[in-house]
């Protein structure tokens, strides 16, 4: 996902729109911190982005990015996305992207779960995110 972002943030840069930044912890409104250390109290060594307004904690694994949760400035919990292994997606997925967007390679995957518990797929290839539903249902590109 790192690489991702730097990639967002270079494409960014070039049109005059940033989509993600590093933020440094004392950027972080104390509500943000004060939820994430509530709903997340086993995570340690947390990297934080802005993105489109909302916070997201970023810790866990190698990458220092297996999970990765959003929040809005009020503290508010939006959703939370863990890695997983691209083999642990819905069967449904990989022949969507191979039929759609020819010739991409899903790089990573995760799962992700939205405030209200409903549970989602997300697909990163170089053209950005796709959403999928816990069916495997194709939902957006992100």
Do not use: C, R
Not at 36 to 45: I, M, N
Not at 71 to 86: M, S
């Amino acid at each position: 996902m790192k690489k991702k972002l730097s990639f967002l943030m270079a494409l960014g840069l070039a049109s005059g729109v940033v989509t993600a930044q590093d933020v440094k912890l004392k950027d972080i409104p104390a509500a943000v911190k004060s939820a994430l250390a509530t709903k997340y109290p086993a995570a340690t060594k947390v990297t934080w982005e802005k993105e489109k307004g909302n916070y997201e904690a970023n810790w866990g694994g190698k990458s220092g990015e297996d999970n990765s949760a959003v929040f809005t400035p009020a503290g508010n919990f939006v959703e939370i996305v863990n890695a997983i292994k691209i083999s642990a997606l819905p069967q449904s997925i990989a022949p969507y992207v191979a039929a759609h967007y020819k010739g991409a390679k899903i790089k990573e995957a995760g799962k992700v779960t939205d405030a209200a518990g409903k549970t989602f797929y997300e697909a990163e290839i170089k053209a950005g995110d796709l959403i999928f539903d816990e069916t495997g249902n194709f939902v957006k590109k992100d």
